[in-house]
């Protein structure tokens, strides 16, 4: 019988890795410890991306409820768009790179260079999601 082996991070119980297999004993790559190691019957469809782990459970992950006043702006440094609806404790990465914990449910965003920037939130129990901002050229 196949089984799968999750291995996950027990503060927040997201999935760092699923190893399938039919072996008896566990593979010598997990360097896991055990407590944060958890065995599934291997018909059971879990993902890292899709799952996480509370009380020994694998637990869907839920979509964010986000709202976006525009997919668009206009560059001219002070138009704005406001992504909104996002839990405390979501991290967001920034089209730079830079990373911030959300504690007020919103995002502004401005702009004065003409391109396509992606905002990628992450936070269990939700789904990593992902918004795309078009900023126009000023006329």
């Known amino acids: 019988m196949s089984r ?3 291995d996950y991070i027990t503060s927040s119980g997201e999935i760092t890795s699923v190893l399938s297999g039919t072996a008896v004993s566990t593979p ?11 065995e599934f019957n291997g018909e059971d469809p879990i993902s890292h991306a899709g799952h996480y782990i509370k009380d020994g459970q694998a637990i869907e992950r839920q979509p964010l409820s986000l709202i976006t006043t ?5 560059a001219d440094g002070a138009d704005e768009v406001i992504i909104s609806g996002i ?3 979501v991290q967001v990465e920034w089209p730079d790179g830079q990373i911030d914990i959300v504690t007020d449910g919103e995002i502004r965003f401005s702009v004065d260079l003409a391109d396509f920037y992606t905002f990628r939130f992450t936070a269990v129990p939700y789904l990593n999601q992902e918004v795309v901002i078009e900023a126009i050229p000023a006329t």
């Open 28 to 38: 010598p790559l997990l360097q896991t410890p055990a407590e944060s190691q958890i």
């Open 87 to 89: 839990p405390e404790g």
């Open 70 to 74: 525009s997919q668009s702006l206009i």
């Open 4 to 6: 799968l082996i999750v």
